[in-house]
């Protein structure tokens, strides 16, 4: 599969990162196994996990994600060729949403023991804590890295001045700083001020901030909105309906058409080739989805097609 360069890190990591978020709850042990099977297989080194996974379905408490992905690790035995990310931050059970020096250290703990690993590759500020100094936070994780619990950090849902004022921090202390960002991001275009929680969308000034800064990794995850593009069985979330966007599927329906692509593959494309690139997370839950999804890294749209997909608009 092809890479790309992790942020400042210098590390590759696939052009791909697969989301582990419904293995161990949605999706079975021997389901997990087989979809992390078929990704290790088409070259995929990139894995996405966090504590929290996914304590909100049903039955679920949190921290099955990494279980399962810790059991299939120490199955094939691989984890030195891998790269795995997890995340701390949003609360699940008595754990609070925050990102206290406490919660980090005692979170990182538990994460690697359910992993079974002694570090994680990279390690996210899952979601912004406005109640915490930052300056408290970037020390926990320094300290992670110093011991060798973490190798980099990352960071996910922050706003772009946040982001610039944990880069001076870290500059200025001398310590870890955050190579990537996690954001919600798809092709269509949410409407202004839609409400997404604690979750953070890709906007114009994350873009420009990421585009500025030169090395620093754009990652983005729900980019296939449940699979909305192409199932009748989902449907697209009122926030993402407006003429603008109805232009947008249909441009994406006629360069998939061109192209001999799915819509899924060209969302994923036009990500990859975007300006700054944007490295997608893909899900799925059928080997089918999961061929579909890498077989985006087969298509490449021509500079005309990135540009109507890019204006598309009523
Ligand atoms: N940082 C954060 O705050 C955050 C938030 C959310 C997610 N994430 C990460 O991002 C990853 C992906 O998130 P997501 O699940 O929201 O992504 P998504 O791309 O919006 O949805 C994935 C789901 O879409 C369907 N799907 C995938 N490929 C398909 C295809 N080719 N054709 C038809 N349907 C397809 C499947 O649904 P079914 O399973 O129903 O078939 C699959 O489970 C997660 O695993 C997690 O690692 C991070």
């Not at 020096?101 to 899952?126: F, M, V």
């Not at 804590?129 to 926990?140: F, V």
């Not at 944990?166 to 190579?179: I, M, N, R, T, Y």
Request: charged share 20%; with cysteine; aromatic share 10%.
């Amino acid at each position: 599969m092809r890479t790309v360069t992790l942020g400042h890190t210098g590390e590759q990591v696939s052009a791909l990162c697969l989301g582990a978020m419904f293995f161990g709850t949605k999706q079975d042990q021997a389901t997990s196994f087989s979809l992390l099977d078929q990704y290790v297989e088409a070259g995929g080194t990139f894995i996405d996990t966090a504590n929290i996974y996914a304590h909100w379905v049903p039955g679920g408490e949190g921290g099955e994600s990494e279980t399962i992905l810790g059991a299939w690790l120490k199955a094939r035995g691989n984890c030195d060729d891998l790269f795995i990310a997890s995340k701390v931050g949003f609360g699940y059970g008595n754990v609070p949403t925050a990102l206290t020096p406490d919660l980090i250290e005692a979170e990182c703990d538990k994460s690697l023991q359910r992993l079974g690993i002694d570090t994680i590759d990279l390690y996210y500020a899952h979601v912004d804590d406005r109640h915490t100094p930052l300056r408290d936070t970037l020390e926990a994780f320094n300290r992670l890295v110093a011991s060798g619990k973490v190798r980099y950090i990352g960071a996910s849902n922050y706003l772009a001045y946040r982001l610039e004022r944990a880069h001076l921090l870290s500059k200025q202390e001398g310590w870890a700083d955050f190579c990537s960002l996690q954001q919600r991001y798809t092709y269509l275009q949410p409407r202004y001020g839609m409400n997404m929680g604690m979750q953070q969308y890709v906007t114009a000034e994350i873009r420009d901030y990421v585009r500025a800064r030169g090395d620093f990794t754009l990652l983005a995850y729900s980019v296939l909105l449940a699979g909305a593009y192409t199932r009748s069985d989902r449907a697209v979330h009122d926030a993402y309906k407006n003429p603008d966007n109805e232009a947008r599927l249909l441009t994406l329906q006629a360069v998939a058409r061109e192209s001999g692509a799915t819509a899924n593959q060209v969302v994923l494309a036009w990500m990859m080739q975007s300006d700054p690139a944007v490295l997608p997370l893909i899900a799925a839950s059928t080997t089918q989805q999961m061929a579909e999804n890498i077989g985006a890294l087969d298509i490449t749209l021509s500079a005309e097609q990135m540009t109507r997909l890019n204006e598309a608009r009523a």
